[in-house]
């Protein structure tokens, strides 16, 4: 190679360097550009809010921004949970008689004023209400950081499930969601973009608030956990402990993105249940944070117990509880319409709650377990029930290990006929028995299930 080619090489070199370059500057500058574009058209919808107090919990404000209008039928296993008729929360369909949503918003609110409606596009219809018979609540549920928000709803008519109204399979253990487009639908605010329609409604317990009754999604890529924006949480003293995922994108990287700030709303992946929104900073905020959602997978043993506690709880053991129900929300409306109280029933001195034949499956459940007994009389009888469940769950854990003891002894008994046969004892049975008696005292079954009847 001559001098000459050798220059012009290496003159040539340094310009194929610096053109990629400067390309790579002119693309990241337009993007810059059309953010701020984005951020400049979208300032007046968004509010310009910072994060609440240090270790205070941002709570969901139910805002909705380019969300998409749906059908119930796209989204079946949606369902609208009631308060005295009103829309109030979100949930969704896990069996005939049995709904999931988030825990938080049913803190302190009476079992008779819920109710279920299932299979509607808008939040203020219904053609039936479904009588919500049972809470059960997270045992461990921290209402102040909101760990382990999660909450079962049994209602007392079952779901006839249709094109409208079916239940959403729980996510698999082993699926992974990243990679995959997850939908997060429910019922919220008007968009603030104004551009899509909204017949505004609005609530006692939502009086500030202009709410759009039509069914709404939001659509995203599940990307790797983002944990650029969703570490900001840290600096404010809010921790993400197990059991809660952050989802979704940042304002700050995505001044377009669309967002739906709804409790309970379920986001499903690949038409399976993966998690419940539950708390977060947004959506329509300037500086949006991720939104923080309930981890299905980490509750799968939680959810699946009660399910089958459920299954065994039939309308016959909850037609007391439904009664009593109907009856207390008749009282109510009683007195309101009337000028002098309808009389009701007095707790009288020393007096304990009757023992129903369901409160010993209600005991099995795990979590805190709520129906129309704890809101009588003031919540005079939840402490007795509270206590009477957890004798039940003690003695129901010894007749457990009665249980076990007896199989150790039967599989004892058939190994030593096996293997002494010409010593076999004709009356193995009567012995059998006498032993396991013996065995009892170990336990103290007996003077547990005394103390119980004299709680």
């Known amino acids: 190679m001559t001098e000459a080619e050798l220059n012009?090489?290496?003159l040539i070199d340094p310009i194929q360097f610096i053109f990629p370059a400067i390309k790579c500057v002119h693309v990241h500058v337009s993007e810059l550009t059309r953010n701020n574009s984005i951020k400049n058209r979208f300032a007046k919808l968004f509010d310009r809010a910072e994060f609440p107090t240090d270790g205070a919990l941002p709570i969901l404000n139910r805002k909705v921004f380019k969300a998409r209008r749906v059908s119930i039928r796209e989204h079946p296993y949606v369902v609208s949970i009631r308060r005295n008729v009103a829309h109030y929360s979100v949930g969704c369909i896990l069996t005939k008689n049995v709904v999931l949503t988030v825990a938080f918003p049913l803190i302190k609110v009476s079992l008779a004023e819920l109710s279920v409606v299932v299979g509607e596009n808008y939040a203020d219809r219904g053609s039936m209400l479904h009588t919500v018979i049972l809470i059960i609540e997270h045992e461990n549920f921290n209402p102040f950081t909101l760990e382990?928000?999660?909450?079962?709803?049994?209602?007392?008519?079952?779901?006839?499930?249709?094109?409208?109204?079916?239940?959403?399979p729980l996510i698999y253990d082993a699926d992974l969601i990243y990679g995959r487009k997850a939908f997060v639908t429910g019922w919220g605010r008007c968009d603030r973009t104004g551009k899509e329609l909204c017949l505004p409604r609005s609530t006692r317990y939502t009086l500030d608030e202009r709410l759009d009754p039509m069914l709404r999604t939001v659509t995203f890529n599940l990307q790797f956990e983002n944990k650029k924006y969703c570490s900001l949480y840290q600096p404010n003293e809010v921790s993400l402990p197990p059991g809660m995922l952050c989802l979704g994108e940042s304002r700050q990287s995505n001044p377009a993105m669309p967002c739906l700030a709804v409790p309970g709303a379920p986001l499903a992946v690949g038409a399976r249940l993966a998690a419940i929104l539950s708390w977060g900073f947004g959506c329509c905020h300037l500086k949006d944070l991720p939104l923080i959602y309930t981890d299905i997978k980490y509750f799968l043993p939680w959810i699946d117990n009660n399910l089958q506690v459920m299954r065994n709880i039939s309308k016959a053991y909850l037609l007391k509880l439904f009664q009593a129900q109907r009856?207390?929300?008749?009282?109510?409306?009683?007195?309101?319409?009337?000028?002098?109280?309808?009389?009701?029933?007095?707790?009288?001195?020393?007096?304990?709650?009757?023992?129903?034949?369901?409160?010993?499956?209600?005991?099995?459940?795990l979590g805190n377990v709520y129906d129309i007994r704890d809101y009588l009389f003031d919540g005079e009888l939840h402490n007795y029930k509270t206590k009477m469940y957890a004798k039940l769950r003690e003695i129901s854990a010894i007749e457990s290990d009665r249980e076990i003891k007896s199989q150790q002894l039967k599989l004892w008994f058939k190994k030593q006929n096996e293997t002494l046969k010409p010593f076999i004892n004709e009356n193995s049975d009567t012995y059998f028995e006498s032993t396991l008696t013996e065995a009892d005292d170990e336990f103290e079954g007996d003077d547990s299930i005394e103390e119980y009847h004299t709680i």
């Open 8 to 10: 012009i090489d290496y």
């Open 148 to 168: 382990n928000d999660i909450a079962m709803l049994r209602i007392f008519e079952d779901i006839t499930f249709k094109g409208s109204a079916k239940a959403i």
């Open 327 to 365: 009856a207390f929300i008749l009282k109510e409306w009683l007195n309101f319409t009337r000028v002098l109280p309808a009389k009701g029933y007095v707790q009288e001195q020393n007096k304990h709650m009757m023992i129903l034949r369901v409160d010993k499956e209600l005991a099995k459940f």
